[in-house]
Structures are given as structure tokens and as C-alpha cells.
């Protein structure tokens, strides 16, 4: 069985930076197209960015050249940099996991899901 878990969600200001990591574990991680979503309150659970297990990466246009999704097949880990982050930015993130090579911005593609770590920003 597949697990994903987010950490390195918290609250920071306007302007600031996060990293958030997803580690996983019972998987072949190396062999997974991963992404990152995200649900503020009272919305649907949306892109922000995904790469594929050649390292091809891609983004949300509300996030492109703010945000940088990376991954380290060795310690079986995604990670997502925040930067310039805007209460926009305020939302649950999501890391899935997806065994096939599927519209990576479509929920639907990943298997398996993290429980979900809370980013807040305030202005």
C-alpha cells in the first residue's frame, strides 16, 4: 500500500516562502508522475504543479515563476518552494501520486493522495 504524507505547511506573511515536502512510502516512487493540488476553504481542489518521473515539471499559470516543484527519487520525495506567496496562496496542499502518464492536472489521473498540510499567508 502507497503513502503519501505532506509536511512543511504553516502560516507566513505576505511575500514569504514555504517549502512544502511529500514523502512516500510502499511504492516505487521513482516510477510515479507526482503533483501538487490544493483546496482553499469552500472551493475545489485545484492544479498547482506536477512532474513527471523524467523531471519534466509543470505549472499553474497562478503560480508559474513563483512556485518550483522538484523531486529526489533516492529519498522518495516531492517537494514544492513557495515564494512571493499572497493570501491567495491560502489553501489545504495535496500531494497525489499517479502510475500512469495522464493529464497531470486532472484529479483524476493520481491514485494515491496525501492527507493534506495547511498553508495559510496573511497580508
Known amino acids: 500500500q502507497v503513502h503519501l504524507v505532506e509536511s512543511g505547511g504553516g502560516v507566513v506573511q505576505a511575500g514569504g516562502s514555504l517549502r512544502l515536502s511529500c514523502t512516500t512510502s510502499?511504492?516505487?516512487?521513482?516510477?510515479?508522475?507526482m503533483g501538487w493540488f490544493r483546496q482553499g476553504s469552500g472551493k475545489e481542489r485545484d492544479f498547482v504543479a506536477a512532474?513527471?518521473?523524467?523531471?519534466?515539471?509543470y505549472y499553474a499559470d497562478s503560480v508559474k515563476a513563483r512556485f518550483t516543484i522538484s523531486r529526489d527519487n533516492a529519498k522518495n520525495t516531492m517537494y514544492l518552494q513557495m515564494g512571493n506567496q499572497s493570501p491567495d496562496d491560502t489553501a489545504v496542499y495535496y500531494c497525489?501520486?499517479?502510475?500512469?502518464?495522464?493529464?497531470?492536472?486532472?484529479?483524476?489521473?493520481?491514485?494515491?493522495w496525501g492527507q493534506g498540510s495547511q498553508v495559510s499567508v496573511s497580508s
Open positions: 497525489a501520486g499517479a502510475t500512469y502518464s495522464g493529464e497531470l492536472f486532472n484529479t483524476e489521473t493520481y491514485a494515491f
Open positions: 510502499g511504492g516505487a516512487f521513482s516510477t510515479y508522475d
Open positions: 512532474i513527471r518521473y523524467q523531471e519534466n515539471a
